[in-house]
RNA sequence: GCGCCUGUAGCUCAGGGGAUAGAGCGCUGGCCUCCGGAGCCAGGUGCGCAGGUUCGAUUCCUGCCAGGCGCACCA
C-alpha cells in the first residue's frame, strides 16, 4: 500500500495490521490512525478517512475498506483469498510451514540432563517434551540444531550414589549397613544392586571402599544411562550428543578454564576455596570454583562444557533449565563474560516446576527420598502422546500442576485425542474413497472456488497461518503456541466435516473438498511433528 | 530479607496497548436414513488490589497482597 500524506516516512509510526477478533471488523484491519491523531492534532476517525481515500488497493484481493469504531481501517477480503494455499500446501507436502528465520545458524539446544542417579521425574519430562519441541521448532525455522544431553557423571552427587550403593551391596548380602544422609534411598538402587552381585557376587566385600563404590557407580551409570535413553527414545526424544561432564576433566578442560580466570584475575581464595567473582558481572554473589579439598564444583565444569559450546562454533546456545536451577545463570554468564565470550549468545529456558497431584494431594517428589513417578511411568499410565501434550500445551513459564488421577480418568478426552481424531478422520475419508474405486483428485483438474461455505473458507484461512505460527512459535520458543493452533485447525475440520459431507455423487464439489482436506491432514501431520506427537491413521 | 516465575470463567490454562477477552473440563439442552458421536450446535460467570504512563491499560511501569522456586565449598 502507498501512503502519499504529508508525512515523511520516517514519521510514520510502528502501526500494526492484524487480523481482528470479531469477524465482522474485517479480514485485516490497521490502527495507524489512532497512532497519527497526536501528531497531527485531528480526530482519528478524520485521519483514517483521509488515508482510506489515500490507499492504493489495486493487485490486492481487497474487495472493501471501511473507517470504524474509533478510527480503525477495516480491509475485507475476497472471501476465496485463502483457498489459494491449498494447492501451496499439497504441492510442499511436509515442507509446508517451513520458513528460514534461521539462515543455518548453528544453535546448540541442551535439556533434561538430568542426573544419572535415578529414574527420570515428571521435571525431566517437561523439560525433554519443550526442549525436544523447541529443537525441532527451531530446525523447521531454518537452524542448524544440535540437540544435547549433558551427562552429570562426576562430581558429590555421584560419590553420593556410590555410598548408596555400596550400603545396598553390603545389606543384600547379609551386612549391616546404613545408607548415607545424603545417600538415594529408592528402590531402584535396590534393584540395581541386586543385577551387580549376579555379576561379581561378593567380591567387592573385602576390597577398599573406593576400588567398590567406583565398580558400583561404574556398573550403575550405564544401567542408568542405558535406561534414561530408552525412556526418551519411547518418549519420541531423541538426541545427536551426550556430553559426559567426566570427559571435561579428562581433557583438562575444567582446569583449563580455571586457569585462564585466574590469568585474567577474577577468582581469589578465601577460606581454601578458590572463588570466581560473579559479582563483577552482575550475579548476586560470588561462586567456588574449586573446593578447598582441591575437587572442583560443578559450576567450574559448567563453565567449560559452555567454553567446549562455544568453540565447536555454535553461535546461539539454549539451555531448558528447572527453575531451581536460575540462580545459576547470572553466574555461569558472567563467567563466560569473564573469559571473553558473549554471554548473549547463550539463552537459559527457565521452565517452571511440575507439581504432581495424587488423590488431591502433593506428592513430593525426590530422588533421594526415593518417592516420585518417573516418566516410564507416565508413559505407561496416560500414554506417549497424552503425556507429551499435557507438558507442551502449557507455557515454559506456567507452574504446572499435573493431577495424576484426572490424567488417567480423563485420558480419553485429553485434547491430544481430539487433534489425532481429525487427522484419523481425514485419512479415514481417504479410505472410503478408495473403497469407492475413486482417488485423490488432481490440483489441475478441481475448481477450488466451489469452496464458499463460512466452514470451508475459515479452516483454509487457519491453515495459510501456519508459516506465520511456526515463525512466532520459534520465535518465543514456544511450542505451546503451536499446540494452541493445532487444536484449533482440529476444531475447525470437525466443525467443517459436521457441516458438510465430503464424498458426494457431486464429483466436483466432492473432490474440491478432498483437496481441503488433504491439505488439512498434511497441516496437522506436520504440527504434530514439531511436537513430537503422532498422526495416527486409525484410533 | 533479596532474586526469578505466577495470579484471567467453578477447575486447568491460552491471549494481549485498542472496537463485544477465548479454549478445554464440568453443568444444561439439542443434532446420527449420513464419509468414525473420541464429533457438531446452543447456553454462564472472569482479567488479585491500589496508584502511574497513555487519546485508550486486562496487557506497560511502581507498590501491595497471595502462591511456587531459588538464595550450599549440592547439582
Known amino acids: 500500500m502507498r501512503f502519499s500524506a504529508t508525512k515523511t516516512v520516517a514519521e510514520i509510526p510502528d502501526f500494526g495490521l492484524e487480523v481482528p477478533r470479531e469477524k465482522e471488523h474485517g479480514d485485516f484491519a490497521t490502527n495507524l490512525a489512532l497512532l497519527l491523531a497526536q501528531a497531527f492534532k485531528m480526530s482519528p476517525r478524520k485521519i483514517a478517512e483521509i488515508i482510506k481515500a489515500e490507499l492504493d488497493l489495486k493487485g490486492l484481493p481487497v474487495i472493501k475498506a471501511e473507517v470504524a469504531g474509533p478510527g480503525f481501517i477495516n480491509f475485507y477480503l475476497d472471501p476465496t483469498w485463502a483457498l489459494g494455499v491449498i494447492p501451496e500446501i499439497i504441492e510442499q507436502g511436509a515442507d509446508y510451514g517451513l ?84 545417600g538415594y534411598h529408592g528402590e531402584d538402587l535396590v534393584d540395581l544392586t541386586k543385577k551387580f552381585i549376579i555379576l561379581y557376587q561378593g567380591r567387592y566385600l573385602k576390597e577398599n571402599a573406593s576400588i567398590r563404590e567406583e565398580a558400583l557407580v561404574k556398573y550403575a551409570l550405564n544401567e542408568m544411562m542405558a535406561a534414561i535413553k530408552k525412556t526418551l527414545a519411547e518418549f519420541g526424544v531423541h538426541y545427536d550428543v551426550w556430553f559426559s561432564e567426566t570427559s571435561l576433566y579428562a581433557g583438562g578442560s575444567v582446569n583449563e578454564v580455571i586457569e585462564h580466570l585466574k590469568e585474567k584475575g577474577f577468582v581469589y581464595e578465601h577460606e581454601g576455596a578458590l572463588w570466581f567473582k560473579a559479582q563483577e558481572f552482575g550475579a548476586k554473589q560470588d561462586e567456588v570454583l574449586v573446593r578447598a579439598s582441591g575437587v572442583p564444583t560443578y559450576f567450574a565444569a559448567d563453565i567449560a562444557y559452555h567454553v567446549n559450546k562455544f568453540r565447536r562454533g555454535f553461535t546461539r546456545i539454549i539451555n531448558v533449565w528447572g527453575a531451581d536451577h536460575h540462580g545459576h545463570v547470572a553466574r555461569l554468564k558472567g563467567a563466560l563474560a569473564a573469559l571473553g565470550y558473549n554471554p548473549e549468545a547463550v539463552q537459559v529456558v527457565i521452565m517452571q516446576l511440575v507439581r504432581l497431584y495424587q488423590g488431591g494431594e502433593i506428592v513430593r517428589m525426590s530422588k533421594r527420598t526415593g518417592k516420585f513417578v518417573s516418566l516410564e511411568d507416565l508413559i505407561e499410565e496416560v500414554g506417549r502422546d497424552a503425556a507429551r501434550y499435557f507438558f507442551v500445551m502449557r507455557s515454559a513459564d506456567s507452574h504446572l500442576d499435573f493431577d495424576l488421577d484426572l490424567a488417567r480418568e480423563q485420558s480419553v478426552k485429553n485434547p491430544v485425542y481430539y487433534i489425532q481424531y481429525a487427522y484419523a478422520r481425514i485419512c479415514s475419508l481417504k479410505k472410503v474413497l478408495a473403497e469407492q474405486g475413486r482417488s485423490m483428485p488432481r490440483l489441475d483438474q478441481t475448481d477450488l472456488t466451489l469452496l464458499t461455505q463460512e466452514a470451508e473458507l475459515a479452516l483454509a484461512r487457519r491453515l495459510a497461518d501456519f508459516p506465520e505460527e511456526v515463525t512466532r512459535a520459534a520465535q518465543n520458543l514456544a511450542p505451546h503456541q503451536i499446540a494452541t493452533y493445532l487444536h484449533e485447525v482440529a476444531g475447525l475440520l470437525h466443525a467443517f466435516y459436521n457441516h458438510h459431507r465430503v464424498i458426494t455423487d457431486d464429483f466436483a464439489l466432492s473432490n474440491s473438498r478432498l483437496l481441503l482436506v488433504e491439505a488439512t491432514r498434511i497441516v496437522l501431520a506436520n504440527a504434530l511433528k514439531l511436537l513430537g506427537l503422532r498422526a495416527p491413521e486409525r484410533m
Open 99 to 182: 520458513v528460514n528465520i534461521g539462515n543455518k545458524e548453528k544453535v546448540q539446544v541442551e535439556y533434561v540432563s538430568a542426573n544419572p542417579t535415578g529414574l527420570l521425574h515428571m521435571g525431566n519430562a517437561r523439560g525433554a517434551a519443550l526442549g525436544d519441541s523447541m529443537a525441532s521448532l527451531l530446525d523447521f525455522a531454518g537452524y542448524e540444531v544440535t540437540r544435547e544431553f549433558y551427562i552429570n557423571d562426576a562430581g558429590t552427587q555421584i560419590e553420593n550414589l556410590g555410598k548408596s550403593l555400596a550400603a545396598r551391596y553390603f545389606q543384600l548380602l547379609g551386612f549391616e549397613a546404613e545408607i548415607p544422609e545424603e
